[in-house]
């Protein structure tokens, strides 16, 4: 595991800012996650196949609203992940006291 050190004149008032920052964006990235997962349900309910399915194996001739509707799932597929990818690594990050 990689370490990270900053430093502050403030130290104490430095962590409790970056810890409360660090908490605030993964809030924010749940939420997003959230939100991006619910419209991928409505596709893979409408469609009856899985995000990853899709990704992998259709295009945009097998979906009623052809172009449109790929990119729009296509891009909340794509969003998830990134999503889910940056989450993963702020919940990796622990604060160490030295």
């Given at each position: 595991?990689?370490?990270?050190?900053?430093?502050?004149?403030?130290?104490?008032?430095?962590?409790?800012?970056?810890t409360?920052?660090?908490?605030?964006?993964?809030?924010r990235?749940?939420?997003?996650?959230?939100?991006?997962?619910?419209?991928?349900?409505?596709?893979?309910?409408?469609?009856?196949v899985?995000?990853e399915?899709?990704?992998?194996?259709?295009?945009?001739?097998d979906?009623?609203?052809?172009?449109?509707?790929?990119?729009?799932?296509?891009?909340?597929?794509?969003?998830?992940?990134?999503?889910?990818?940056?989450?993963?690594?702020?919940?990796?990050?622990?604060?160490?006291?030295?």
């Amino acid at each position: 595991m990689a370490e990270i050190k900053f430093k502050s004149d403030v130290p104490d008032k430095a962590t409790e800012i970056l810890t409360e920052a660090l908490e605030t964006e993964s809030l924010r990235l749940e939420y997003s996650l959230r939100l991006a997962k619910e419209r991928l349900s409505r596709f893979e309910k409408k469609y009856n196949v899985s995000s990853e399915k899709f990704i992998n194996e259709w295009t945009a001739e097998d979906l009623e609203g052809k172009d449109l509707e790929y990119v729009e799932w296509a891009g909340e597929y794509h969003l998830s992940m990134r999503l889910n990818e940056r989450l993963d690594v702020l919940k990796s990050i622990h604060h160490v006291s030295t």
